[in-house]
């Protein structure tokens, strides 16, 4: 015999992913995202005898999930992430000494779990792709919005929902939902976040040359890769740089210190984005070992942002090995 519990789960577990990633893009944080999620369906179970079928079972969650967000953005505890350009100008200097963990840093996605999102059409309302709207570049600006804006924004542009429904899940009016989506969105257009995807035949070469250059150490193959105004952030460092002179200085530092190792460098996917994990090995070691990662942003067939995560704990999440045999 199923019990109620079992029957909730079965309602409940379809939309999993698709409100991981809609806190995802309200928190910036896969790790918050997912106790947000958690938290849903806690809230979802323990209030199942109020759910009148006035509305969907999905609507209701996304109410429930929205409205854990914004609490959660509420607290005391809650900073708005952010990416290192966010902070302040560019510098030259080199990153030494432990970097920043008071700053709340925005967190890459994994793109193996936006298989089962991908099914999920938005309403007719939507203004964005997924692929777009997992962007960092988004996700970055997004998070310059107050919550309930960013709220109206995710609920009105990225999933297409009309202004009532909008009004409906915020408690609010419709007036003061178009109200909060013009701001958004006014907000949203001082920011360069939209990324056309690269065609197949681009996306093929660049990882064919990107893999080279590091494997072989070919710093001006890296460096043609590049943006003359390409920019280099790498949470959980505070630091970021621009310009391809810049970035030469930095990588050739980068890679003085790292001397006596080899890299091997495996292509994968976040935030809809191409990325790179990058293993490192000394001589004599018989293991490629878990480094960094990069997320790289194009713009007209070029590398326009490199974005590092010096954390080899994230390579998990996205299913990438913690080793690579030589």
Same mark, same amino acid.
């Given at each position: 015999?199923?019990?109620?519990?079992?029957?909730?789960?079965?309602?409940?577990?379809?939309?999993?992913?698709?409100?991981?990633?809609? $806190?995802?893009?309200?928190?910036?944080?896969?790790?918050?995202?997912?106790?947000?999620?958690?938290?849903?369906?806690?809230?979802?179970?323990?209030?199942?005898?109020?759910?009148?079928?006035?509305? *969907?079972?999905?609507?209701?969650?996304?109410?429930?999930?929205?409205? %854990? $967000?914004?609490?959660?953005? %509420?607290?005391?505890?809650?900073?708005?992430?952010? #990416?290192?350009?966010?902070?302040?100008?560019?510098?030259?200097?080199?990153?030494?000494?432990?970097?920043?963990?008071?700053?709340?840093?925005?967190?890459?996605?994994?793109?193996?779990?936006?298989?089962?999102?991908?099914?999920?059409?938005?309403?007719?309302?939507?203004?964005?792709? #997924?692929?777009? *709207?997992?962007?960092?570049?988004?996700?970055?600006?997004?998070?310059?919005?107050?919550?309930?804006?960013?709220?109206?924004?995710?609920?009105?542009?990225?999933?297409?929902?009309?202004?009532?429904?909008?009004?409906?899940?915020?408690?609010?009016?419709?007036? *003061?939902?178009? *109200? %909060? #989506?013009?701001?958004?969105?006014?907000?949203?257009?001082?920011?360069?976040?939209?990324?056309?995807?690269?065609?197949?035949?681009?996306?093929?070469?660049?990882?064919?040359?990107?893999?080279?250059?590091?494997?072989?150490?070919?710093?001006?193959?890296?460096?043609?890769?590049?943006?003359?105004?390409?920019?280099?952030?790498?949470?959980?460092?505070?630091?970021?740089?621009?310009?391809?002179?810049?970035?030469?200085?930095?990588?050739?530092?980068?890679?003085?210190?790292?001397?006596?190792?080899?890299?091997?460098?495996?292509?994968?996917?976040?935030?809809?984005?191409?990325?790179?994990?990058?293993?490192?090995?000394?001589?004599?070691?018989?293991?490629?070992?878990?480094?960094?990662?990069?997320?790289?942003? #194009?713009?007209?067939?070029?590398?326009?942002?490199?974005?590092?995560?010096?954390?080899?704990?994230?390579?998990?999440?996205?299913?990438?090995?913690?080793?690579?045999?030589?």
């Amino acid at each position: 015999m199923i019990t109620e519990q079992e029957t909730f789960q079965q309602l409940a577990e379809p939309y999993r992913r698709q409100l991981q990633v809609h $806190c995802y893009r309200m928190l910036g944080s896969l790790h918050d995202a997912e106790d947000m999620v958690q938290e849903t369906f806690l809230r979802a179970w323990r209030a199942r005898d109020r759910f009148e079928g006035r509305t *969907s079972f999905r609507n209701w969650l996304y109410r429930i999930a929205t409205n %854990a $967000c914004l609490n959660a953005a %509420a607290s005391r505890s809650y900073h708005a992430r952010v #990416l290192p350009d966010a902070l302040g100008p560019p510098t030259d200097q080199l990153p030494l000494g432990d970097p920043s963990t008071e700053i709340g840093w925005i967190e890459p996605y994994p793109d193996i779990l936006l298989d089962t999102v991908a099914d999920s059409a938005p309403g007719p309302d939507a203004r964005y792709e #997924l692929q777009e *709207s997992i962007q960092l570049a988004f996700i970055a600006a997004v998070q310059q919005l107050p919550a309930r804006q960013r709220a109206v924004l995710l609920l009105r542009d990225v999933l297409g929902w009309s202004a009532t429904e909008t009004a409906q899940l915020l408690d609010t009016t419709v007036t *003061s939902v178009n *109200s %909060a #989506l013009q701001r958004a969105r006014a907000t949203l257009g001082q920011h360069d976040h939209m990324t056309p995807p690269p065609t197949d035949e681009v996306q093929r070469d660049l990882i064919e040359r990107y893999v080279r250059s590091w494997e072989t150490l070919d710093m001006d193959s890296f460096i043609a890769l590049l943006k003359d105004d390409v920019v280099l952030r790498m949470p959980p460092w505070p630091q970021w740089y621009r310009g391809r002179a810049t970035i030469r200085t930095f990588f050739e530092w980068v890679w003085q210190r790292n001397r006596d190792r080899a890299f091997r460098v495996l292509p994968f996917g976040a935030n809809g984005q191409i990325a790179f994990a990058q293993y490192a090995s000394v001589e004599g070691a018989t293991e490629y070992q878990a480094h960094s990662f990069l997320i790289l942003t #194009l713009r007209d067939n070029a590398v326009s942002v490199l974005t590092g995560f010096r954390d080899p704990s994230l390579f998990p999440r996205f299913e990438l090995p913690a080793s690579l045999d030589h």
